[in-house]
């Protein structure tokens, strides 16, 4: 937990190597890739997000977004993160922790999207095992929660591979694609096992340095 205590959004953002998958916190100079997978895989992701607004994939909106991100993550609330090939450095999607709660929970919610061209890959998979133990570990948290939606079975697959529990079953949770829609409610323990590792290695925390920027942005 203290990590993020002592490091400002200012300072080189941290990154968070797997064996397949890189983990960056967003810069403001990933626009034009994040903008061009976003509208590219608008389709296919339409159907498990909530509504984007008109403005969504503008440069000021992004603005805005990066704004928030210094917030949440300057106010141990949440931590975003880009998901990059470990290969050859493509943008492949996004990953976060979010609605981070401290006190007698220590609790988080976890949120990805991939975009359309990588997906069904297994990258989405990496990234989430990469990113457990900085949760578990480095954040502190002792329990991540997840939803999903009953007919997603690619998200089905990927949590319960990675180590998370069917907990319970949510009656319009969220508002997904306009409508309020049933989720599949999930979760993990610190203690829980990650599952089978599938080639990665044990993921470790860098500085990342702006000389050596990453192409693209999720």
Not at 55 to 64: A, C, I
Request: positive net charge.
């Amino acid at each position: 937990m203290a990590l993020f205590r002592t490091v400002s959004w200012h300072e080189p953002p941290m990154l968070i190597e797997g064996e397949r998958v890189l983990l960056r916190m967003p810069q403001m100079s990933d626009f034009a890739a994040w903008s061009a997978l976003r509208e590219q895989s608008r389709p296919f992701l339409t159907p498990w997000e909530p509504t984007w607004p008109p403005y969504d994939l503008t440069r000021g909106s992004f603005r805005r977004r990066m704004r928030r991100y210094a917030r949440d993550v300057r106010e141990d609330i949440a931590y975003p993160f880009l998901v990059f090939s470990a290969a050859d450095r493509t943008l492949l999607g996004g990953v976060s922790l979010s609605n981070v709660r401290r006190g007698v929970t220590q609790t988080a919610s976890l949120g990805y999207w991939m975009g359309a061209p990588h997906a069904g890959k297994g990258f989405m998979g990496a990234a989430v095992r990469t990113l457990l133990p900085f949760a578990h570990t480095t954040l502190g948290l002792r329990r991540i929660e997840a939803a999903c939606l009953p007919h997603n079975t690619p998200s089905i697959r990927l949590l319960e591979g990675a180590g998370f529990r069917r907990e319970g079953y949510g009656r319009e949770y969220l508002c997904i694609n306009g409508l309020w829609q049933d989720h599949l409610l999930y979760a993990r323990l610190a203690g829980d096992p990650i599952g089978p590792a599938r080639g990665l290695d044990t993921p470790s925390l860098v500085p990342f340095e702006s000389g050596k920027e990453l192409s693209g942005d999720a």
